[in-house]
């Protein structure tokens, strides 16, 4: 079941990347790369901590934990930033909206599923240790962008080459 379940979600996520404009997909996947090493860092530090208690052999431990790094929040990640970029106050929306979803619902969801458990966290720690992420990340793309050539400056240098 669970085998089938990852499997699910990293097809439904990574299908819908078709759909992601190429130099989007591109200009954000340093910071979604960054982002998802983010949660498997704490996905390695909250597992042996007890924060929550997965069911299965490591192995599989380790799998849920790659397939929802590479899989729905790679993914979503790039298409927040793809759709809310340069605006903020929309990024901050979207991403309270969204790790609500995560930490209420779905979290409810996974846990009936007999996906993981949460044990010393609860919802709320989920929801705020997300949300903070996300601030994270748009920091870390701002940095990326500032030290981006920008278009002009491309075409400058190869006009003098």
Do not use: C
């Not at 729905?72 to 929306?93: A, C, D, E, N, Q």
């Not at 500032?146 to 491309?154: A, D, G, R, S, V």
């Amino acid at each position: 079941m669970q085998a089938f379940f990852r499997i699910g979600l990293i097809l439904i996520s990574w299908g819908t990347v078709f759909f992601l404009p190429k130099k989007s997909f591109f200009k954000y996947l340093p910071v979604t790369l960054f982002s998802s090493l983010i949660i498997l860092t704490e996905y390695l530090i909250g597992a042996p901590r007890n924060w929550w208690k997965a069911k299965g052999d490591i192995k599989t431990i380790a799998n849920n934990g790659l397939a929802f790094a590479f899989g729905p929040y790679f993914i979503g990640s790039l298409w927040v930033f793809r759709l809310t970029y340069g605006k903020f106050w929309l990024y901050t929306l979207l991403n309270l909206i969204l790790d609500w979803i995560l930490a209420y619902p779905l979290n409810t969801f996974f846990e009936k599923i007999n996906l993981y458990k949460l044990k010393k966290i609860k919802p709320i720690h989920l929801f705020l240790f997300s949300l903070g992420y996300s601030f994270v990340n748009y920091g870390f793309q701002l940095i990326l962008d500032k030290n981006q050539p920008t278009e002009q400056q491309i075409y400058q240098r190869q006009k003098r080459s």
